[in-house]
């Protein structure tokens, strides 16, 4: 029984590194071109490129690994992913101009892409019902440690400007994941689809009491008998509805603020007035106070609705940012105590995101999509979330330096007036329901849609 604990803990640990190194590699470049500046000249526009480039690559990879997933395994993805992550690191360490920093961080995105696609399915798919919220947000939370993990690094080699090893130091993580990939066990919906019931039920009995493994194949079967190709779901009407919701779901994740401040806190405190070192420091606070509330979130999850936890979240999300935008109005950037007002708010922001939108999304997402299609659907919404995650990262320097920071912010409040609407209006909730169920449900209420068409 011992043994069996242990095993079921590396699965979801070794499930999850995959989110360690999408958050590395999102926050890491944040410090990095404080330095990069020094070395490779940088204009407001190549910057947002050097940010940017590792969304493009994201939206190829998420867009492809969400089908080669479905039909290769989520195993196999998940470690050529990790080779691809070594490879990325490797470049952007050694790059000699601005031409291979780009390549680098596209390779980079590549990897992103597969990870935000396949992670999050592959937990789902591995958790009991009654915990599959926890442990869904496992994924979250490995980001979010990922997050801080680079902004360690990159004030450790501040005073020294090493933005090399602040990029390459992502290979240790990279090498971890693809030696434990090794010892992980295939998903039990993809095994009982490609291989057997008996491998399906293997798996299963690492995670689940006995008579959950029997109740759970037979949803599955029942489910399967229904099923049709992975395309032919996809093209479906009856799941047409559900992915855009999950795609628009996906968007509004990444445009509500976060990655303005992920990706550009250093940046936004060291033109605040803060030094170099202490504006990284500042960033190091977030991401600690960033992965603490995840923690709690993952306590909390499977205990509230997620529809309640994303409204909750929204609203002080948006204060937070018109509470931001006011006091600069009043107070202006320039001054030691504006500069403390920014880190306050972005802080109050983390703190709703992390403990609500932040897990909520990649515990929703896989829910939301039929096993015969899952690992497809939510590529495609994955595909929609970086290129949320892209439009922030390329314009965001371009569009504060135009209007102001307190402007930019108060943009991102009204998007997150819209996000609260659309959860409000068209998000399904899913909690304490298996993902057979789910599904069962999403064909019946299509179905009678239909028929009241006709």
């Known amino acids: 029984m011992k043994g069996k604990k242990i095993n079921k803990n590396m699965i979801f640990f070794f499930g999850a590194l995959g989110g360690l190194l999408y958050g590395y590699d999102m926050g890491v470049i944040s410090g990095a071109l404080l330095f990069i500046k020094n070395d490779i000249p940088l204009t407001s526009f190549t910057e947002g490129l050097v940010v ?9 990879g998420s867009g492809f690994s969400g089908p080669l997933s479905d039909k290769f ?113 295939e998903s039990p919906r993809w095994l009982l689809k490609h291989k057997s019931e008996e491998a399906a039920r293997r798996v299963l009995s690492l995670t689940r009491k006995p008579a959950q493994v029997e109740t759970e194949i037979r949803e599955m079967i029942e489910i399967d008998k229904v099923s049709d190709s992975t395309w032919k779901v996809l093209s479906s009407s009856w799941l047409r509805p559900t ?10 994740q990444q445009i509500i603020g976060i990655n303005a401040i992920i990706y550009y806190a250093p940046t936004i405190f060291n033109e605040a007035g803060l030094g170099d070192a202490t504006a990284i420091l500042g960033t190091v606070g977030i991401g600690a106070v960033n992965v603490v509330v995840t923690i709690f979130a993952l306590m909390i999850i499977d205990k509230i609705d997620r529809k309640k936890l994303l409204v909750i979240g929204n609203i002080g999300m948006v204060a937070s940012l018109i509470l931001l935008a006011v006091l600069l109005e009043t107070i202006g950037l320039d001054s030691s105590l504006g500069a403390w007002i920014i880190v306050a708010c972005l802080t109050l922001f983390i703190v709703f995101f992390a403990f609500t939108w932040g897990p909520v999304l990649w515990v929703m997402l896989p829910e939301l999509f039929p096993m015969r299609a899952r690992g497809a659907a939510t590529g495609i919404a994955a595909l929609a979330l970086s290129i949320g995650s892209l439009l922030v990262a390329q314009f965001f320097p371009m569009v504060s330096g135009a209007l102001g920071i307190g402007q930019v912010f108060l943009i991102f409040a009204a998007i997150g007036i819209g996000a609260l609407f659309f959860v409000i209006k068209f998000l399904p909730e899913t909690r304490g329901r298996s993902l057979e169920e789910i599904e069962a449900e999403l064909r019946r209420r299509t179905s009678a849609k239909d028929a009241q068409k006709v």
Request: glycine share 10%; proline share 4%.
């Open 52 to 60: 940017s480039s590792m969304l493009i690559g994201a939206i190829f």
């Open 73 to 185: 395994g989520r195993r196999k993805l998940v470690f050529n992913i990790s080779i691809i992550f070594v490879i990325g690191s490797l470049i952007l360490a050694l790059s000699p101009n601005l031409e291979a920093l780009i390549v680098g961080r596209l390779i980079i995105g590549l990897a992103v892409g597969g990870s935000t696609a396949i992670v999050p399915v592959y937990l789902s798919e591995m958790a009991p019902t009654e915990s599959r919220g926890s442990l869904g947000s496992l994924n979250q939370l490995m980001i979010t440690i990922g997050i801080l993990s680079s902004y360690l690094v990159n004030y450790a080699f501040a005073d020294m400007e090493g933005w090399r090893w602040m990029v390459g130091l992502a290979v240790v993580p990279s090498l971890i994941l693809m030696i434990g990939v090794i010892f992980m066990p």
């Open 243 to 252: 992915l855009i919701v999950g795609c628009v779901f996906a968007l509004f």
